[in-house]
């Protein structure tokens, strides 16, 4: 073996690596937020967890992206630490699915069939499939799919080019020396954390080791605690994504480390004690690509099925070791973190988006509520929750702009463009709540109230107010466009009734039923709850819009929404619904 070889070694490696993380970023892509939707409603026990790590892990090929996922989670308050535990201990054995994949290439056979299964075969067609999709397919999901083929087709070519470069340390006579001190389980152990340490991947660190079992020359003494020492290396991810976050976030990492290096302290110890007990024949036999996968995914089962029953100890030994508890924020935001995985970042601020038109819905109901009876601790209560929805909007919509510059797929450049359109409209609901209790503030200090006549038409006009403003809410957060068509018409009503009822007011005014002080209150009020209906059709119209693929000029679509029939009939419908008395 040259220097070539060594050169070639690298390489070899960085087209791996290479790979790997273009075929992890396009499966993460596809995925979108589902995984993280799945983590937070499937981690209600260990074994929930268990089941959804491994899935999650053998979908997106890699463990440390769903370690860093959980980190910005727990970061973030959406996930407690109990719930990642099992999530954990899932993607340990989720991610030996790839030393699985990659032991088909000792394949050595004469049939037709079994050689095709070789990855060195068979990787070429993947590529070729996945160039073409890139370049002929206009869909995004499917240039997707092109691109974790490609990522595959690179990965393998990086492993045969590793294979190729360490085959001539089979005849040299020094390697198989060199390879002696390699006896010593606890160097091997050490060997196999640090080489995964510094290339943060225990798949690549993997292959490596199955590039080198090719040769002949390791045995499964040598194979197993550098295979366990990987499984410590892989930690390291997870203790850089630990810096500058919560302390709950931490204690992820901690649990862990803590879950391999106790598995490894365990295995080590049967390992040797047992072959110290019974002579282990397969000791000095050379081990193959398949002896590691094995190997791999045995130690892994193993670990998991020895801390699985002690998850809740688990939790308590990484409390202990970061011991100081967080304070409690008001509300929780998002990690840079999540910005890892994407489709999980958009998820989380869909989340907190609606958390935002909850919250801008109960603001404006709190107002209303003032202007039937006032209180000083509601004033309170809507002056907090409106800076509330100024802090939703500013850092919801900075992170979402920064989320537009990672690789997103087109169902979720669809939903950032819906949420980047109605926080908006969300904190303008809540400045005009504001505005209303400023109405309100302004009827009692003068101590004047409406008249009757005007008091029983405000009410009108409020309920057809809450019926728009919960409808609106409800297509949002279920992305709903039939219900999104409901609210036009309910718009339109209510511009109706606010135009009716300010002609009624000028004709009592006439008479001398109502004054000009009570006028001026009256003309703010109504124009405060036309804007909020405005801003509930803004909502509406964005929902149908990104949904039904409909992003021509707004105006152009209210138009031919407005003269289909089904709006006539839902208007006439509406206006007898919410007639002035």
């Known amino acids: ?89 899932g993607s340990n054995i989720g991610t030996t699915l790839t030393a699985w994949i990659l032991s088909l290439t000792g394949i050595e056979s004469e049939s037709f069939l079994l050689n095709l299964m070789k990855p060195e075969n068979f ?83 993997v292959g490596i080791l199955q590039a080198l079992a090719l040769t002949g020359s390791v045995s499964y003494g040598m194979a197993i605690p550098i295979i366990m020492g990987q499984n410590i290396g892989t930690c390291v991810t997870a203790l850089i994504s630990s810096i500058g976050v919560s302390r709950g976030a931490k204690r992820v990492s901690v649990i862990h480390v803590a879950f391999n290096i106790i598995g490894t302290v365990v295995g080590l110890i049967l390992f040797c004690g047992g072959d110290m007990l019974f002579h282990f024949s397969f000791m ?3 081990v193959g690509a398949v002896g590691i996968a094995l190997c791999h995914t045995v130690f892994n089962v193993f670990t998991t099925v020895l801390l699985l029953p002690f998850s809740r100890q688990l939790e308590q030994l990484a409390r202990a070791a970061v011991k100081e508890e967080d304070k409690t924020p008001q509300f929780a935001f998002l990690d840079p973190l999540l910005l890892r995985t994407p489709g999980a970042a958009v998820s989380e601020c869909a989340a907190l988006t609606n958390e935002m038109g909850v919250l ?25 929750c409106e800076d509330k929805l100024d802090t939703y909007e500013d850092r919801l919509s900075g992170y979402l702009v920064q989320i537009s510059q990672h690789g997103l797929s087109m169902e979720d450049i669809h939903t950032v463009s819906r949420l980047l359109h ?13 505005n209303i209790q400023d109405s309100a503030r302004e009827l009692r200090e003068k101590g004047v109230q409406f008249s009757g006549a005007a008091a029983a038409e405000l009410k009108v006009l409020q ?46 005014l006439q008479n001398g039923e109502c004054t000009i002080k009570m006028g001026f209150v009256l003309n703010d009020l109504l124009t405060n709850l036309e804007r909020v209906s405005d801003h509930c059709s803004n909502i509406a119209v964005c929902v149908i819009e990104e949904r039904e693929d409909r992003r021509e000029q707004r105006h152009a679509y209210l138009h031919d929404f407005k003269a289909a029939g089904e709006f006539a009939e839902s208007l006439d419908r509406d206006l007898e619904k919410y007639k002035l008395p």
């Open 123 to 205: 990787s070429p067609l993947f590529a070729l499939g996945g160039i073409l999709l890139i370049m002929a397919s206009k869909r995004q999901r499917r240039r997707d799919v092109g691109r974790i083929f490609i990522g595959f087709a690179i990965l393998m070519y990086g492993m045969e080019l590793m294979k190729d470069s360490v085959s001539p340390l089979a005849e040299m006579p020094g390697f198989s020396d060199m390879l002696t001190a390699f006896n010593n389980p606890l160097l091997g152990v050490l060997v196999g954390a640090v080489v995964t340490g510094v290339i943060q991947s225990s798949a690549a660190s």
């Open 1 to 89: 073996m040259d220097i070539f070889s060594l050169f070639t070694l690298c390489g070899g490696l960085a087209f791996f690596l290479y790979g790997m993380t273009t075929m992890s970023k396009s499966l993460e892509k596809m995925a979108g937020g589902r995984l993280e939707r799945l983590l937070k409603r499937m981690t209600s026990n260990p074994i929930k967890g268990l089941l959804l790590g491994a899935g999650i892990t053998i979908a997106i090929q890699s463990s440390s992206a769903v370690t860093v996922m959980l980190v910005g989670l727990v970061n973030s308050g959406v996930m407690g630490l109990s719930q990642t535990i099992g999530v954990i201990m």
């Open 422 to 434: 109605a926080i908006g409209d969300f904190e303008r609901i809540g400045d005009h709540a504001l």
């Open 360 to 384: 801008a819905q109960k603001n404006l109901m709190d107002a209303l509520q003032q202007l039937q009876e006032y209180s000083e601790e509601r004033e309170a209560l809507v002056v907090e």
């Open 284 to 286: 000095d036999e050379a």
């Open 463 to 508: 309920t057809a107010l809450e019926d728009i403003l919960s409808v609106s809410i409800d297509c949002f957060r279920r992305d709903d466009p039939v219900t999104a068509k409901l609210v036009e018409p309910l718009e339109e009503t209510i511009d109706q009734l606010t135009t009716e009822i300010r002609a009624r007011h000028i004709h009592r």
